[in-house]
C-alpha cells in the first residue's frame, strides 16, 4: 500500500505519477511562525492547475514539502479531495539554496540524529501529529553552496537511521557535484543501500558519468527541473545514456513544478505565479517524441518506475 493525505491506496491505483511537485512552500520559516494565509486561498489558486494535469493524464502528485518548508496538511487534503488526485505527502527536512537553515524548526536543529529520526520514525509508522496521515517518503535537500554543512549532515544521517527502520525511500535535492560526492560518502559511511535513495536534481548536476556511476550501484535518478528550464535539450541525451546502459528502470521524473509561495502579509500572497502542473505532458513529453524518444519509454517511467520507487521495501 502506499499512502496519501487521504489515506492508503494500492500501488496499482498510482497510476501516472509525477515524483517531485510543490503546492505551497515557505523558504522563509514564516509558516512556523503564523499563517498568513487561508486553505480556501491557496486552493482557490492552485486548484484549476491540478485538476488542468488531472485531466492530462496524471494520477499521483509527489508533494515534496516537508514540514519546516510549509507543509500544510489541510491544504493537500483539501486539493486531493476536489481536484481526484492522490497527493503523498513527506517527511523529513529541506535545507536547500542558501537560507541557512530558515526552513529547518528550531527545535530540529537542537536534537540529535537519534532524536530527529524517532521523530520522523514515528510520524512514519503513526501519522503526522494527530491527523493520522502517514508520508509516503523522505525528503531532504542540502549542499547547494558546495558542501554539505554540518546541520546538513546531521538532518541526511537522521533521515538514513529513518529509512532503515521504515523502508521508506530517501529523495534527496542536491545540486553540484562536490554535494553530491559527499552526500554519497556518507551514504557509504553509513552502509546505506543505494536503491533507497532518490538523486533529486541529478538534471541540474548534470553529471552523465556520475549519473551512470551511482544508478549502476541501484540509486534512482531523478529528472524535475522540467517546470523551471527554459529548454529541454539536455533530457534527450541523458534518457539516450540510460537506456544504452540498460539503467532506464532507475529513472523517475517530476517538475518541482507549483506552488503557492508563503508571503509575509496576506496582500503579497494574492500574486501567485503558479508553474503549470500540465507542463510535463503539453510540451515536454511532445519534445522528447520528437527527439527521437519513445513515448512508450517515458510511460513507463512514470507509471512502473514510479511505482517502484514508492513501494516500501
Same mark, same amino acid.
Not at 196 to 210: E, R
Given at each position: ?7 492508503p491506496i494500492s500501488e496499482d491505483d498510482l497510476g501516472a505519477t509525477l515524483m517531485h511537485e510543490h503546492i505551497l512552500v515557505d ?9 498568513? $494565509?487561508?486553505? %480556501? ?7 484549476? $492547475?491540478? !485538476?488542468?494535469? *488531472? ?5 499521483? =502528485? ?14 493537500? #487534503?483539501?486539493?486531493?479531495? +476536489? @481536484? ?13 539554496f542558501n537560507v541557512k537553515g530558515k526552513a529547518v524548526p528550531d527545535d530540529i536543529k537542537e536534537k540529535t540524529i537519534a532524536e530527529?529520526? @524517532? !521523530?520522523? /520514525?514515528?510520524?512514519? +509508522?503513526?501519522?503526522? %501529529? ?8 523522505? *525528503? ?19 533521515? /538514513? ?8 525511500? !530517501? ?23 543505494? %536503491? ?15 549519473? =551512470? ?20 535539450? &539536455? ?5 539516450? +545514456? ?23 502579509? &496576506?496582500?503579497?500572497? #494574492?500574486?501567485?505565479?503558479? &508553474?503549470? $502542473?500540465?507542463?510535463?505532458?503539453? *510540451?515536454?513529453?511532445? $519534445?522528447?517524441? #520528437?527527439?527521437? =524518444?519513445?513515448?512508450?519509454?517515458? +510511460? ?7 511505482? &517502484?520507487?514508492?513501494?516500501? #521495501?
Amino acid at each position: 500500500m502506499i499512502n496519501t493525505v487521504l489515506g492508503p491506496i494500492s500501488e496499482d491505483d498510482l497510476g501516472a505519477t509525477l515524483m517531485h511537485e510543490h503546492i505551497l512552500v515557505d523558504l522563509n520559516g514564516i509558516n512556523l511562525i503564523e499563517k498568513t $494565509y487561508t486553505t %480556501d486561498e491557496v486552493v482557490d489558486i492552485v486548484l484549476p $492547475y491540478l !485538476i488542468d494535469v *488531472k485531466n492530462k493524464g496524471c494520477s499521483t =502528485i509527489v508533494e515534496a514539502t516537508p514540514f519546516g518548508l510549509g507543509r500544510d496538511l489541510e491544504v493537500l #487534503k483539501e486539493c486531493a479531495e +476536489k @481536484s481526484g488526485l492522490n497527493i503523498i505527502t513527506c517527511t523529513g527536512a529541506w535545507d536547500g539554496f542558501n537560507v541557512k537553515g530558515k526552513a529547518v524548526p528550531d527545535d530540529i536543529k537542537e536534537k540529535t540524529i537519534a532524536e530527529i529520526a @524517532s !521523530i520522523w /520514525i514515528k510520524e512514519c +509508522k503513526e501519522g503526522i %501529529d494527530e491527523t493520522g496521515i502517514k508520508p509516503g517518503f523522505i *525528503k531532504m535537500a542540502l549542499g547547494d553552496e558546495g558542501e554539505v554543512f554540518p546541520l546538513q549532515e546531521k538532518l541526511l544521517r537522521a533521515a /538514513i537511521k529513518t529509512s532503515l527502520e521504515t523502508g521508506f525511500r !530517501i529523495q534527496c535535492h542536491v545540486w553540484n557535484e562536490p554535494s553530491v560526492k559527499r552526500t554519497f560518502e556518507i551514504l557509504e559511511e553509513e552502509n546505506f543501500p543505494f %536503491d533507497n535513495f532518490v538523486w533529486v536534481h541529478a538534471d541540474a548536476c548534470y553529471k552523465i558519468p556520475l549519473m =551512470i556511476e551511482y544508478a549502476k550501484k541501484g540509486m534512482w535518478i531523478q529528472f524535475d527541473g522540467i517546470a523551471g528550464a527554459k529548454d529541454f535539450e &539536455r533530457y534527450p541525451p541523458a534518457i539516450r +545514456k540510460l537506456l544504452e546502459e540498460n539503467l532506464i528502470n532507475q529513472l523517475l521524473f517530476g517538475q518541482d513544478s507549483g506552488s503557492f509561495m508563503v508571503k509575509e502579509n &496576506r496582500e503579497e500572497n #494574492k500574486n501567485q505565479n503558479i &508553474r503549470p $502542473y500540465a507542463i510535463f505532458f503539453d *510540451k515536454f513529453v511532445p $519534445y522528447c517524441v #520528437k527527439e527521437g =524518444i519513445d513515448q512508450k519509454i517515458i +510511460k513507463k517511467v512514470i507509471t512502473e518506475n514510479s511505482k &517502484r520507487a514508492l513501494t516500501l #521495501k
